[in-house]
C-alpha cells in the first residue's frame, strides 16, 4: 500500500509541475493553437485525479492505526484537510480544462494551487510519519 500511496503521490505532484512548465512554455499560443493545446494536454488532469485516486484508497488504508489517535495529531488533521482541498482543485481543473479560453487563466492558478497544496500535504506527511 505505500507502493501505491508514492505512485499516486508521484502522480499527483507530477500533475501540478507539468502544468506549471507547460504554462510557462507556451504563453505564447493564442486563438486555434492554444485550444488545440489545451486539448491535448487535458490528459494531465485525468493523471492527477488518478494519482489522487490512488492517494487516497492507499492512504485509508495506512491510515489504519491512526484512527483512534487522531484528534491527538493536529498535524495529521491539517494533512487530511489539505487532501479534500486537493480533491476539491482537481475536480475544478478537470471543469477548467475542458472550457474555452477564459478559463485557461483560471486553470493556471488552480495549477499554481494544487502544486502549492500538494508540497504542502507532503511536508506535512513527513512531519507527521518521519
Same mark, same amino acid.
Given at each position: 500500500?505505500?507502493?501505491?500511496? *508514492?505512485?499516486?503521490?508521484?502522480?499527483?505532484?507530477? =500533475? $501540478?509541475?507539468?502544468? @506549471?512548465?507547460? /504554462?510557462? /512554455?507556451?504563453?505564447?499560443? =493564442? $486563438?486555434?493553437?492554444?485550444?488545440? *493545446?489545451?486539448?491535448? &494536454?487535458?490528459? !494531465?488532469?485525468?493523471? /492527477?485525479? @488518478?494519482?489522487?485516486?490512488?492517494?487516497?484508497?492507499?492512504? !485509508? *488504508?495506512?491510515? /489504519?492505526?491512526?484512527?483512534?489517535?487522531?484528534?491527538?495529531?493536529?498535524?495529521?488533521?491539517?494533512?487530511?484537510?489539505?487532501?479534500?482541498?486537493? @480533491?476539491?482543485? @482537481? &475536480?475544478?481543473?478537470?471543469?477548467?480544462? $475542458?472550457? $474555452? #479560453?477564459?478559463?485557461?487563466?483560471?486553470? #493556471?492558478?488552480?495549477?499554481?494551487?494544487?502544486? !502549492?497544496?500538494?508540497?504542502?500535504?507532503?511536508v506535512l506527511a513527513v512531519l507527521v510519519f518521519h
Amino acid at each position: 500500500m505505500l507502493i501505491l500511496h *508514492f505512485l499516486g503521490l508521484v502522480m499527483g505532484l507530477g =500533475t $501540478g509541475f507539468a502544468f @506549471i512548465f507547460l /504554462g510557462v /512554455g507556451n504563453t505564447d499560443l =493564442t $486563438g486555434e493553437d492554444a485550444r488545440t *493545446f489545451r486539448q491535448r &494536454t487535458s490528459i !494531465l488532469t485525468r493523471m /492527477g485525479a @488518478i494519482g489522487l485516486a490512488l492517494l487516497v484508497v492507499s492512504g !485509508l *488504508f495506512l491510515m /489504519g492505526p491512526y484512527w483512534n489517535v487522531l484528534p491527538d495529531l493536529p498535524l495529521l488533521i491539517a494533512k487530511l484537510v489539505l487532501v479534500v482541498v486537493m @480533491i476539491v482543485l @482537481i &475536480t475544478l481543473l478537470t471543469f477548467a480544462v $475542458g472550457k $474555452g #479560453e477564459r478559463w485557461a487563466a483560471r486553470s #493556471e492558478v488552480l495549477g499554481k494551487i494544487m502544486l !502549492l497544496t500538494s508540497l504542502s500535504t507532503l511536508v506535512l506527511a513527513v512531519l507527521v510519519f518521519h
